[in-house]
Each structure stands twice: as C-alpha cells, then as structure tokens.
C-alpha cells in the first residue's frame, strides 16, 4: 500500500483528486477509443516538476497509444462508434 505523507495543504487537496479520478477511470477507459499509458511510474503522484520526462516518455512509445478496447478507428477496429 501506498503511504501519503502531506507536506501543505495542495498536495492533501491534489491526493483527493487523484483518488477520485482512480474511481471514475474506468467509466472514461470504457468510452474512449485509444489511452496513452506512456512509462511515468519512476515520477511521483505529485512530481509536476517532472512535466518534460512526461512527454518525453510518450515520445519513447512514438506518440502513439494503447487500445482502450479491441475497435480503434484506423486500426482496422470499428472506431468504436
């Protein structure tokens, strides 16, 4: 289990968006066509500071994403709608 240790305020705030993001993740994964799920596990929940080794992450995967269901538009899949 994950231990959270606030240091102010935001990052208790932050911590509660991010739990209530965790529980709607699975409703928008359901509806969305393609997700990008780059490597980002080594940067903190809150490492914002990190915004370059993000994108730099997708960039690695050659910008492209993984399917959200088996139909994505262009992949021969059915687009999903």
Known sequence: METFEPQHMLQVVS????IMMSYNEEGWRR???VVLMPD????P???FQNSMLMIEAVSARGG??????SGVAGEGG???G
């Open 64 to 69: 492209t994403g993984a399917a959200a269901d």
């Open 31 to 33: 509806e969305s066509d």
């Open 78 to 80: 059915s687009g999903g």
């Open 40 to 43: 980002v596990g080594a940067i």
């Open 45 to 47: 929940w809150d490492g």
């Open 15 to 18: 911590r509660c968006f991010q």
